[in-house]
Structure formats: structure tokens, C-alpha cells
Antibody
Framework: QVQLQPSGPGLVKPSQTLSLTCAIS??????????WNWIRQSPSRGLEWLGR?????????DYAVFVQSRISINPDTSKNQFSLQLNSVTSDDTGVYYC???????????WGQGTLVTVSS | DIVMTQSPDSLAVSLGERATINCKSS????????????LTWYQQKPGQPPKLLIY???TRESGVPDRFSGSGSGSDFTLTISSLQAEDVAVYYC?????????FGQGTTLEIK
């Protein structure tokens, strides 16, 4: 059974960097049959896919265009986890952030519990 | 981006009755290479992450009760709950995973009448 445990600050100041980590158990971040995603949810914007990383002989990264200039998702093979960094945050970035596993077929089958991040001074 | 539109936004159904939720995509999510529809349905209860119910538009995830079924192809899809139970009260989302960015419908809130 795959489990995903996010961690990170729940409060970030405007213009600063949002940083979250997702620890994986029951699978490997280096798996050739999974991808590791960040999705967020807010009342105003609904569910939004932010991006993913995956390993297929080398590391790949996909990001949503609307955050592409500000986002970085990185694997940490030594700790079997992956991270999200979102720069220059505004109040629009407030929401619940989920780390998820995407099956090799493309559908998301496991979700972490979600962590609320508030952008406020 | 593929826009996913669900209808209705909210739905009230009596216990034991059928509930039907629709999802339309702005372009087809049917792959010509494998003839599969890249469409999932999720159920979300308050304070919880979404839970996978259906993938490939009509394949039920392991452990999901058989009163949940998915149908449709191309751009039009339906989630049906054949006999509504109290524990089915939730928000339901469709999502396409055909092309990134993966996109979600706005959600349908299902309540008991």
C-alpha cells in the first residue's frame, strides 16, 4: 500500500517561496512505472494540477503553464521523497496542496492527506 | 488546455434512488492508439483527499462498491450511482489524464433529498 506524507510550513509570506516535501512509503520515487505529482485545491480555483516528476532512465519534469516560471518539483532518491517549490507566492497560491502518485497508465491512484498553505503577511 | 465541465453543480437524490452526474470535455480524451478514454472519477468527502472511484472512464477501482459505474466515450461521460446510500454524500469530480496539464471538472455536490 502506497502512502504519501506531505510536510512543510502552513504559512508563507507574500513574495516568498512555498516549500513542501512528500515522503513516499510503499513505492520508490525512482520507479519506472509511476509519476509523482503536486495538485492543489482552493474554493476559488478548484482542483489544479501543478506538475510532476518521473524517472524513465532519466528524470523528467512537466509543469502547468500558469506556474511554469515559478515552480520546481524535485526528487530526492536518498530519502525517497519529492518536493515542491513555488516562488513569488501571492494570496492566489493559498490552498490545500496534495502530493499524489500517478500510475504508469496516467491516472492518479494515491493521494497524500493534503496540507493547507496560507499566503499572508 | 482541456476544459472539463460537470453538470449539475449540485444534486439531491433520495436514499435508494439513482444519481447521475455528467462530465463533458472540450476535446476528446479517447486515445486512438489504444482506444481507451483517459477519464477518471473521484469522490471527495470533507477534510479528505479525493478518492479514486473509476478510471479508463468505466473501470471500477478495487474496493469500490458496484453501485458506482462509469460510462461514455470521447467527450461525454457519466457517473451513475445506482442506489444512493447515506455514505455517498460527497463532492464528485471528473478528471482527464489524456494530455497535460491534467484538468478537473468543477465538482458536483451530491446530497440526500
Amino acid at each position: 500500500q502506497v502512502q504519501l506524507q506531505p510536510s512543510g510550513p502552513g504559512l508563507v509570506k507574500p513574495s516568498q517561496t512555498l516549500s513542501l516535501t512528500c515522503a513516499i512509503s510503499g513505492d520508490s520515487v525512482s520507479s519506472n512505472s509511476a509519476s509523482w505529482n503536486w495538485i492543489r485545491q482552493s474554493p476559488s480555483r478548484g482542483l489544479e494540477w501543478l506538475g510532476r516528476t518521473y524517472y524513465r532512465s532519466k528524470w523528467y519534469y512537466d509543469y502547468a503553464v500558469f506556474v511554469q516560471s515559478r515552480i520546481s518539483i524535485n526528487p530526492d532518491t536518498s530519502k525517497n521523497q519529492f518536493s515542491l517549490q513555488l516562488n513569488s507566492v501571492t494570496s492566489d497560491d493559498t490552498g490545500v496542496y496534495y502530493c499524489t502518485r500517478e500510475d504508469m497508465s496516467g491516472y492518479t491512484d494515491y493521494w497524500g492527506q493534503g496540507t493547507l498553505v496560507t499566503v499572508s503577511s | 488546455d482541456i476544459v472539463m465541465t460537470q453538470s449539475p453543480d449540485s444534486l439531491a437524490v433520495s436514499l435508494g434512488e439513482r444519481a447521475t452526474i455528467n462530465c463533458k470535455s472540450s476535446q476528446s480524451v479517447l486515445s486512438s492508439s489504444n482506444n481507451k478514454n483517459y477519464l477518471t472519477w473521484y469522490q471527495q468527502k470533507p477534510g479528505q483527499p479525493p478518492k479514486l472511484l473509476i478510471y479508463w472512464a468505466s473501470t471500477r477501482e478495487s474496493g469500490v462498491p458496484d453501485r458506482f459505474s462509469g460510462s461514455g466515450s470521447g467527450s461525454d461521460f457519466t457517473l451513475t450511482i445506482s442506489s444512493l446510500q447515506a455514505e455517498d454524500v460527497a463532492v464528485y469530480y471528473c478528471q482527464q489524464y489524456h494530455i497535460t496539464p491534467y484538468t478537473f471538472g468543477q465538482g458536483t455536490t451530491l446530497e440526500i433529498k
